[in-house]
């Protein structure tokens, strides 16, 4: 007898699993579930709509076809209540949906929803996408869905929420483009985009469908005008800069657009609409001048680079940013000790970012003001643009970051190795770290212009400017 209600009630236990199984691939209807849960509800999925792809050069037309895989990311309204967010998966094989949701839907109503469809992302958890320049992006903020019969009817047509554009060159000439934005993430629960306006580095590859007589061609990128005027640096039109106004380029969302790269042999326009002559300008009409007086309070909250650091527009001691500054021996804040003759006391620090009784910077300028590390020396090695040019009479390098089209200058004043004596001045750009050179307690790093990675060592006795940098 025992038996018997053991193996019976083991059968209930079978049946009732069997049951929230099923059950899983229905729409759970007027419940209470958190739409922050990652308990999903999966079911089938019938779209109706259309996505409007892009053609050629003109407005947007419904040429795309669903590959396996694809995923529509979805937010359901339901009324008053919160709104669920799931996302939708093609199979080729069926021709259809499957869709799955963290929440409640209600049933036998048509409600509205938001449909995002993203073409090259990388999934960042459920609900959110990492996007790139290349990344194209569909939207319907005006989407419907119904529940009925166990499946959701989705009504969408999904347009581009951008224009795209591709560079077309005569060659593979390395090309670096200021003034696009491009969205670079999405989170579905928060129902948000964020966006990027750094530099691109343009990359060609030979392509039969570019045209003008040209065979190269970039990707697509997928984005939009962000500034009064697009900016062209070319890698071997030394000291040009070419613009073109963004009221001459119309790249509303759907449009597809190609641009001719500009050379000083021939300064082309936007092709798709008319040939519009170019701006040229010079490197030197980029930098920013400090104009300062011993203090950075002029400027210290503008980030003239974008990187993770802001960057001083002076040496210190200077009051142009073609001035060479007060050249200082490492880790004296005063200025007071002569190059070659070191106080022995300095040689056993190692850090002395931000240390005031050590860091001229911090000393001098205050304010959050510091002496720069090696790997912030090294990021701005890795990501700005150098070019030689002449400021004020003075040669140096013009330092072009990646948030804008505009420059700071490194003017070339060597470094000093005794009270008149000199190396590399008005040849090489010099200015400290605040980090010793980790083989020698006698050496400590410094920025050095003629080298790609712009680091190298100098004996501490010896003196040299310093550009500050500051925390944002």
Request: proline share 2%; net charge negative; hydrophobic share 30%.
């Amino acid at each position: 007898m025992n038996r018997f209600k053991e193996f019976f009630s083991l059968l209930i236990i079978v049946a009732l699993f069997c049951a929230c199984d099923s059950d899983r691939n229905e729409p759970v209807l007027d419940g209470d579930t958190s739409a922050s849960t990652e308990q999903f509800n999966t079911c089938k999925m019938h779209f109706n709509g259309i996505i409007d792809d892009y053609d050629g050069q003109t407005r947007a037309t419904t040429g795309y076809a669903w590959a396996n895989g694809d995923k529509l990311f979805i937010r359901f309204n339901n009324e008053e209540k919160y709104d669920v967010c799931g996302f939708a998966t093609y199979s080729t094989s069926t021709k259809d949906w499957t869709v799955s949701y963290a929440g409640s839907l209600e049933k036998d109503k048509t409600l509205p929803c938001e449909v995002y469809f993203f073409t090259n992302y990388t999934a960042d958890g459920y609900y959110g996408v990492q996007l790139t320049a290349n990344s194209a992006i569909y939207v319907d903020s005006i989407g419907s869905y119904s529940v009925s019969g166990g499946t959701i009817n989705l009504s969408a047509k999904l347009e581009p929420k951008t224009a795209r554009l591709r560079f077309i060159s005569a060659n593979t000439t390395k090309h670096h483009v200021f003034g696009l934005g491009y969205y670079n993430s999405f989170d579905l629960e928060s129902d948000e985009f964020t966006y990027s306006s750094e530099r691109m580095d343009l990359t060609y590859s030979y392509s039969s469908t570019a045209t003008d007589g040209f065979s190269y061609s970039t990707d697509y990128i997928y984005g939009f005008i962000d500034y009064d005027n697009l900016s062209i640096l070319s890698s071997v039109d030394d000291g040009v800069v070419y613009q073109k106004s963004s009221e001459d380029m119309l790249l509303e969302p759907g449009v597809s657009a190609y641009l001719t790269t500009p050379s000083t042999a021939v300064n082309k326009g936007w092709s798709v609409y008319s040939t519009v002559a170019m701006l040229n300008v010079t490197y030197e009409d980029l930098i920013t001048d400090g104009g300062i007086s011993g203090s950075a309070d002029d400027y210290s909250e503008v980030d003239y680079l974008g990187l993770s650091v802001k960057w001083g527009l002076t040496n210190v001691g200077a009051t142009t940013t073609s001035e060479y500054g007060t050249y200082y021996v490492w880790a004296d804040p005063y200025g007071t000790v002569s190059p070659g003759n070191y106080a022995s006391g300095y040689s056993s620090y190692s850090y002395i970012s931000g240390l005031t009784n050590y860091d001229a910077a911090a000393y001098n300028w205050g304010n959050g003001w510091r002496m720069p590390t090696t790997s912030e020396v090294e990021e701005l090695a890795n990501k700005c643009i150098f070019r030689e040019c002449t400021y004020n009479g003075v040669d140096g390098l013009a330092c072009i970051g990646v948030s804008d089209i505009t420059a700071i200058f490194f003017p070339y004043s060597g470094y000093q190795t005794a009270l008149t004596s000199y190396s590399k001045r008005g040849s090489s750009a010099y200015f400290w770290t605040g980090d010793y050179y980790y083989s020698s307690s006698n050496y400590a790093y410094c920025f050095y212009s003629a080298n790609s990675d712009k680091l190298s060592y100098v004996y501490k006795k010896y003196a040299m400017p310093i550009r500050p940098v500051k925390d944002k």
